[in-house]
């Protein structure tokens, strides 16, 4: 299956999800009068996408330059581009400064971190790379057999790259010493990339994010230019609800990038537009759309923009 083929299928798994409002908004008549134009709002709200950014979305939409007689294809097309083109800020993939390159994995509880490091490390090791996956989530002892049961199937999944895990070294170990024994295996080894799993901690938790800093400064007493990226992974499924979130953690730790993940299933994928509206918005560098391994790919604005306004990806 395409990559485009399974955002279409995760944004369309909800029987209350965007592309069917926005279908039904259409639906109405090729031609954009108002009822249309109210409908398609009502659609964008309800996908998360803010007031304003429906308001100006629309606003371009009767600017835009419409074929006449106009179908309801070309319509949704129109729309696609201008989401697309708004989106495009976001769309930017990780990159590989170092060797080895340390990327810190943050978020609120059950985000999706230690999922979407197993999937990145799988992916990462089927290119030939070797990762190193720092188990730096000492909060439970579940957490590390989890992260376990994820990086032997991603080791075991090629032959050309690997995945090794290092765990804390004693239950209950400081999470900075995990990350720090991490690099260190990584720069011996002469692995590619280390991931950080960290513990899920609330965003107005002003302890727990503290913590963070500190597993920096454990990193950076190995390599000054560590970590090469902080990532937050946010779920989805909260819609606008993540952009304080951002704000929170990017207050204790600079944070160089996003990951969004469950985006099958919700109702709320248009959030990306509020996102991408912010100033300064930060880089969606990965999103996830399912639970499997091949569920997690780059951010393509016109494949999501596509996907969300149920442009059939067949064609
Ligand atoms: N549907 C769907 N589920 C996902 C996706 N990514 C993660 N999940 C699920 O979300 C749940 C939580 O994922 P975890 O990776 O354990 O989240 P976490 O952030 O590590 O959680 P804590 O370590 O407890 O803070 C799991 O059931 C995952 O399978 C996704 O893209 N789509
Ligand atoms: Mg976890």
């Known amino acids: 299956m395409s990559w485009l083929s399974r955002i279409t299928a995760g944004l369309t798994k909800s029987a209350a999800n965007v592309t069917e409002g926005i279908k039904q908004a259409i639906g109405i008549a090729a031609k954009l009068d108002d009822a249309t134009l109210e409908a398609l709002e009502e659609a964008l709200i309800a996908a998360d996408t803010s007031l304003p950014v429906a308001q100006a979305l629309l606003k371009d939409l009767k600017k835009a330059k419409l074929p006449d007689p106009l179908t309801q294809e070309a319509l949704k097309q129109a729309l696609a581009d201008l989401i697309a083109a708004r989106l495009q800020p976001l769309a930017q993939p990780l990159s590989f400064p170092a060797s080895p390159t340390v990327i810190l994995v943050a978020g609120v509880n ?16 089927a290119q030939g790379k070797h990762v190193v996956v720092a188990a730096a989530d000492t909060f439970r002892a579940a957490a590390v057999a989890q992260l376990k049961v994820w990086t032997d199937r991603a080791d075991a999944s090629t032959k050309k790259g690997s995945v090794s895990i290092v765990p804390p070294a004693k239950e209950g170990a400081d999470s900075a010493s995990v990350a720090y ?13 280390v991931l950080i799993d960290t513990a899920g901690r609330l965003a107005n938790r002003a302890d727990l994010l503290a913590e963070l800093p500190k ?16 990532l937050l992974v946010l779920d989805a499924t909260l819609g606008q609800s993540t952009l304080p979130q951002v704000a929170e953690f990017h207050k204790q730790i600079p944070l160089t990038g996003l990951i969004v993940t469950k985006l099958d299933g919700t109702a709320k994928a248009g959030f990306l537009l509020a996102l991408a509206a912010q100033p300064n918005p930060l880089p969606v560098v990965a999103i996830g759309v399912g639970e499997s391994l091949d569920d997690l790919g780059p951010f393509e604005p016109s494949a999501f923009a596509a996907a969300l306004v149920g442009i059939d990806s067949a064609k």
């Open 110 to 125: 059950g985000a999706g971190k230690t999922t979407t490091i197993g999937k990145l490390a799988a992916q990462w090791a």
């Open 181 to 193: 024994a991490a690099l260190e295996k990584a720069q011996n080894e002469h692995a590619d990339i």
């Open 215 to 230: 597993l920096n400064r454990a990193l950076q007493k190995q390599d000054a230019t560590a970590p090469h990226h902080t």
